[in-house]
Nanobody, 123 residues
């Protein structure tokens, strides 16, 4: 069984912070890249960030650069998305997904998906 699960969402005020976690099972981060995607109400799903296998290079969508940080703990087989300076436009369901070897900004390229966690940024 290979799965990912994302947790850590919730309600936060603008300017606040949240950390999402994605625990993967049945696969190892030695061979899989992990991406975060999000889908806001009435909008298409969009790519947010990715961390590669191996050396762990990181990539971000322009709108989250400088505010979000993706990282991983290989010992816990977990990837994190630290989100700071949150804005109402960040409100969405966030999904983590894995892909063998390489990052991709295309959701259709991903191999396995987590269940999604809702992040709401509102005063």
């Amino acid at each position: 069984l290979r799965s990912s699960s994302g947790v850590g969402g919730g309600l936060v005020q603008p300017g606040g912070s949240l950390r999402l976690s994605c625990a993967v099972s049945g696969i190892t981060l030695d061979y899989y890249a992990i991406g975060w995607f999000r889908q806001a109400p009435k909008k298409e799903r969009e790519w947010v960030s990715c961390i590669t296998r191996g050396e762990g290079s990181t990539y971000y969508q322009d709108s989250v650069k400088g505010r979000f940080t993706i990282s991983r703990d290989d010992g816990k087989n977990t990837v994190y998305l630290q989100m700071n300076s949150l804005k109402p436009d960040d409100t969405a369901v966030y999904f983590c997904a894995s892909r063998y070897y390489f990052c991709s900004i295309e959701g259709s390229d991903m191999d396995y998906w987590g269940k999604g966690t809702l992040v709401t940024v509102s005063s």
